[in-house]
């Protein structure tokens, strides 16, 4: 799956992805890793969103105190995020991304696979409900290598969704529970914290279950 694809979809608008509100498995369980906000808000712990879109679940992060990262390949996605957020942000250029910064929040445009630990910097935990689930199989082994090594195994909250490939062609695409061992269960215990069924299906259509997994590095 090339950029273009991503590209083609925010320019048509073909977003059906987007939620209209914060995630609410995020609201009910983000609270699984264990963080603090804390007072200012610039020593908060800050969250990463790979692939993060014009997601609510940023605002809905920023108004619980914590301070957000993301990383995201559509500047159309990016500018709609901080005109919904009423910021206007401050834009640079950091080797081969764009960085847009606010209060408590950076976001970086570009290939998250050319991002690295001195760009994104120091994060705490790692939210991810856009990302391995829009990548297909032959992406998903060098993301997550790559996810581990950006931000030294942090703490994770991962949303995905399993359902009959066969019915869709994805994305989102189908993540199955031995997948996610796969990826990641030699760095981190896994806990599954939910899986529930869709009440319309996915994109309204496909039986599918939303599974939420906390990975906690392993000491």
């Not at 290598?145 to 995905?160: M, S, V």
Request: with cysteine.
């Amino acid at each position: 799956m090339q950029p273009d694809f991503w590209h083609e979809r925010w320019q048509s608008n073909q977003i059906g992805f987007h939620l209209p509100e914060a995630n609410p498995l995020l609201v009910k369980h983000f609270s699984a890793l264990n963080l603090t906000p804390k007072i200012p808000q610039k020593t908060s712990p800050c969250i990463f969103l790979p692939l993060c879109g014009k997601t609510l679940d940023i605002a809905w992060l920023l108004t619980q105190g914590y301070q957000v990262i993301g990383a995201e390949l559509s500047q159309i996605a990016v500018d709609e995020l901080f005109s919904q957020l009423n910021l206007t942000p401050k834009i640079t250029q950091k080797s081969d991304f764009t960085h847009f910064s606010s209060a408590y929040i950076d976001i970086f445009v570009g290939d998250i696979f050319n991002l690295t630990p001195e760009i994104l910097g120091k994060v705490d935990a790692i939210y991810d409900r856009a990302a391995l689930v829009a990548l297909p199989n032959e992406m998903r082994k060098a993301y997550t290598a790559h996810l581990l090594a950006l931000t030294n195994k942090a703490p994770q909250l991962l949303i995905c969704f399993e359902y009959d490939q066969n019915l869709h062609a994805g994305p989102p695409f189908s993540i199955s529970a031995d997948e996610v061992r796969k990826h990641y269960q030699t760095h981190y215990d896994l806990t599954l914290l939910a899986s529930e069924t869709m009440a319309d299906g996915l994109k309204g259509k496909f039986p599918a279950t939303e599974q939420v997994w906390l990975l906690t590095p392993k000491s």
